[in-house]
């Protein structure tokens, strides 16, 4: 049982990274100020909608929408998912994981 978590928290650990490194590398033209279609432009729209919430719409972004603000929770994502691989603090990471 304890073989079959720390592998399965280990690939759970290497997907985050991957997939959050990922992310990141493609975040400035695809979510930044200046991509596709930018994270703070889309908040903007959201605050307008009469009785929208953080229940509707739950992301950390609603406490600061700039571009260091992304690159803060990708970095948080990846430093969870390289804590998680390395089976440091576990439920943390997850925590963090989850929250980013």
């Known amino acids: 049982m304890r073989h079959t978590r720390r592998l399965f928290l280990g690939l759970l650990g290497l997907t985050a990274v991957v997939a959050v490194g990922s992310f990141w590398s493609q975040l400035p033209g695809l979510s ?3 991509g596709i279609a930018p994270a703070a432009g889309y908040l903007a729209a959201a605050r307008r909608v009469p009785g929208l919430s953080f ?11 700039g571009d260091w603000m ?3 929770l990708c970095a948080v994502g ?4 390289a804590l998680l691989m390395l089976q440091l ?5 997850l ?3 989850w929250a980013s």
Request: aromatic content about 4%; charged content about 15%.
């Open 32 to 34: 930044g100020s200046r």
């Open 55 to 65: 229940a509707d719409l739950p992301t950390l972004l609603w406490l600061a929408d």
């Open 70 to 72: 992304l690159h803060l």
């Open 78 to 81: 990846v430093v969870s998912g």
């Open 89 to 93: 603090a576990p439920r943390a990471a």
């Open 95 to 97: 925590v963090a994981l």
